[in-house]
């Protein structure tokens, strides 16, 4: 099964400063590329668990006893690892977004390449798809989704299009939405502002910012004193949140302060933000958009 090469593997497994036989957490497992690096660089005595919504992930586990798979969403992470008797561990590896596997599956609906059902569920067994949030949700709902997630000033139009066109009709598949929505998008901008259109409802699907705030909250309590998290981002949304994660242990606002003036956060910023090399993007055009936080544990 195709899974893109993990990006910045290298930086990302470097930033987690791996003792061998400290006990790590890949939320992200998808191809297990950045799993298979981590295991390298642990002893006999170290540990490593993952983790992936997506059942398709399962055919890349690794036969290795120091490693577990788990099929469940990161948001649980405190959870699942509880089950497994670990309270605390040594670093956490994320590299969120859409694995390639997933874009080139035609019929999980994805990408906008492929005529596809709506769906576009990293978990199949979720029952919101791309199908219910295009036919069901209402124009203002619509038009928020359009504005928070990609950022688009003519959402206003594009949901009043899409509420006009289903009444007619069910927008069944990705040809149906692209050949409505496209006469009404920027020229020569058209695919690039799709690819925007399906970001944000794959984003509201899979409720990837709710999930991303639960995961990151989790990471206080479970990371020991000096452990590490390691974090890629694609968007600037998902970016935005671990920055300020990292800086002030919020979302939004501003932290309290002592009387001293000092402020309390979990973690501390390690190095300033990774991007990756013109090489890698050349041989990988996935790390494009990539952005890598690592943080430490105070």
């Known amino acids: 099964m195709e899974y893109h090469n993990p990006v910045l593997l290298k930086e990302s497994v470097d930033g987690l400063n791996i003792k061998p036989d400290g006990v790590y957490v890949d939320v992200t497992f998808g191809g297990g590329g950045h799993s298979r690096e981590i295991l390298k660089r642990l002893g006999e005595h170290g540990k490593l668990f993952a983790f992936d919504q997506d059942t398709d992930a399962l055919q890349n586990k690794i036969e290795d006893p120091r490693f577990t798979l788990i099929n469940e969403n990161f948001r649980f992470l405190k959870r699942f690892l509880r089950f497994y008797g670990v309270k605390k561990v040594d670093g956490i590896l994320g590299d969120f977004g859409v694995s390639s596997h997933q874009f080139n599956e035609a019929e999980r609906g994805f990408s906008t390449r492929f ?77 690039k502002i799709l690819a925007q259109i399906y970001q944000a409802i794959r984003i509201e699907v899979n409720q990837e910012i709710e999930v991303l705030k639960e995961f990151l909250l989790q990471t206080e309590d479970l990371v020991e004193k000096n452990g590490r998290i390691s974090l890629i981002s694609y968007h600037s949304l998902e970016d935005r949140l671990v920055k300020r994660y990292i800086r002030s242990g919020l979302f939004e606002g501003e932290p309290e302060k002592d009387f001293y003036g000092n402020i309390s956060v979990p973690f501390k910023k390690v190095g300033g933000l990774i991007v990756p090399s013109k090489q890698e993007i050349s041989e990988n055009n996935r790390a494009r958009s990539a952005k890598l936080r690592i943080a430490k544990k105070l």
């Not at 688009?152 to 594009?158: D, E, I, Y």
């Not at 299009?161 to 058209?190: A, M, Q, T, W, Y």
């Open 115 to 191: 005529n596809a059902k709506l769906d576009m569920r990293m978990d199949q067994s979720n029952s919101l798809s791309a199908y219910q949030v295009i036919n069901e949700y209402d124009e203002e709902q619509l038009k928020s989704l359009f504005y928070q997630y990609a950022d688009l000033k003519n959402a206003p139009k594009l949901a009043r299009i899409i509420v006009s066109e289903r009444k007619n009709k069910p927008i069944e598949n990705s040809e149906d939405l692209n050949e409505l929505l496209k006469p009404h998008l920027f020229k020569g901008k058209e695919n």
